[in-house]
Nanobody, 123 residues
Framework: VQLQASGGGLVQAGESLRLSCEVS????????MAWFRQPPRKEREFVAG????????GYADSVKGRFTISRDNAKSTMTLQMTNLKPEDTALYYC?????????????????WGQGTQVTVSS
């Protein structure tokens, strides 16, 4: 399984970005998926997750109400709509496929990772 993340860029505070993740194999539609991010000089952290059917989602407290995760299993894609971006959202964003059908906030629960896409928010 290969993942390709895209959509990052440089924006000003308050603006929006939409990240996309393409998955090489449709079998990943049976697995939970998530977005993580790694700010400069910090640990990788959970941002948002979605279950295999898309019916269950979860968000980090820091992004609730601003970010929306979704997936299209027919197209083997996952997206992260980010609005009202803040400088503290600056990070390298990764998409990941979970080992099971449900997402998790734990990095160890993910079997496959994309290469990351950089999001930089200026104040």
């Amino acid at each position: 399984v290969q993942l390709q993340a895209s959509g990052g860029g440089l924006v000003q505070a308050g603006e929006s970005l939409r990240l996309s993740c393409e998955v090489s194999r449709r079998t990943a539609s049976n697995n939970g998926m998530a977005w993580f991010r790694q700010p400069p000089r910090k640990e990788r952290e959970f941002v948002a997750g979605i279950n295999w059917r898309g019916g269950g989602t979860g968000y980090a407290d820091s992004v609730k109400g601003r970010f929306t995760i979704s997936r299209d299993n027919a197209k083997s894609t996952m997206t992260l709509q980010m609005t009202n971006l803040k400088p503290e959202d600056t990070a390298l964003y990764y998409c990941a496929v979970a080992r099971k059908s449900f997402y998790s906030e734990r990095l160890a629960e993910y079997a496959y990772w994309g290469q990351g896409t950089q999001v930089t928010v200026s104040s």
